[in-house]
T-cell receptor, first 111, second 113 residues
Framework: RKEVEQDPGPFNVPEGATVAFNCTYS??????FFWYRQDCRKEPKLLMS???SGNEDGRFTAQLNRASQYISLLIRDSKLSDSATYLC????????????FGSGTRLLVRP | ETGVTQSPTHLIKTRGQQVTLRCSSQ?????VSWYQQALGQGPQFIFQ???????GRGNFPPRFSGLQFPNYSSELNVNALELDDSALYLC????????????FGPGTRLTVT
């Protein structure tokens, strides 16, 4: 089983739609959680950290469910510019700090 | 822009050669990590450097090695290149304290022929 799993998509949605991505992780000792966005042939860019209480940044809402070991990202009122791959990232510390990426979920927003 | 820079941007090498990739971290960040990203995959953790020492490593063979310098910049060295080493190599920096958010450089695209 992969340490961090995501549905690869693609999710093909019209402009203005609401879309949600889920991500599951296997290590119950995971401590930090993030969503990154990656455009084609570019580096990942931090979208938002994910906190236990859930957090919102404009049209983006992230939720963490520690009991079920999953993280979600909700995008409201999708824009064409939201088209990208969204990477779920989980971090924990054992003998050293580890940051594990999922393979990403591709989002295509159409006019 | 994150302030993390990498060089070179592109590189073509032949199988068996050695390569050195370079990274300058964001100001104030003392921890640098390296990742390998193959096409269609998420970044895979290679290793992390803090205070000039490797303090974390993923599932990569010893021919992947690195250095960190007193100014926190870093190098990734790969010996005996294989075709499967062709990938985007990403460097990310963060502060050792705080919320562990990492910021990536633009990457070096390595092609091994």
């Amino acid at each position: 089983r992969k340490e961090v799993e995501q549905d690869p998509g693609p999710f093909n949605v019209p402009e203005g739609a609401t879309v949600a991505f889920n991500c599951t992780y296997s290590n119950s000792a995971s401590q930090s959680f993030f969503w990154y966005r990656q455009d084609c042939r570019k580096e990942p860019k931090l979208l938002m950290s994910v906190y236990s209480s859930g957090n919102e940044d404009g049209r983006f809402t992230a939720q963490l469910n520690r009991a079920s070991q999953y993280i979600s990202l909700l995008i409201r009122d999708s824009k064409l510019s939201d088209s990208a791959t969204y990477l779920c990232v989980v971090a924990w510390m054992d003998s050293s700090y580890k940051l594990i990426f999922g393979s990403g979920t591709r989002l295509l927003v159409r006019p | 822009e994150t302030g993390v820079t990498q060089s070179p941007t592109h590189l073509i090498k032949t199988r068996g050669q050695q390569v050195t990739l370079r990274c300058s971290s964001q100001s104030g960040h003392n921890t640098v990590s390296w990742y390998q990203q193959a096409l269609g995959q998420g970044p895979q953790f290679i290793f992390q450097y803090y205070r000039e020492e490797e303090n974390g490593r993923g599932n990569f063979p010893p021919r992947f090695s690195g250095l960190q310098f007193p100014n926190y910049s870093s190098e990734l060295n790969v010996n005996a290149l294989e075709l499967d080493d062709s990938a985007l190599y990403l460097c990310a920096s963060r502060s050792a304290s705080g919320n562990h958010e990492q910021y990536f450089g633009p990457g070096t695209r390595l092609t091994v022929t």
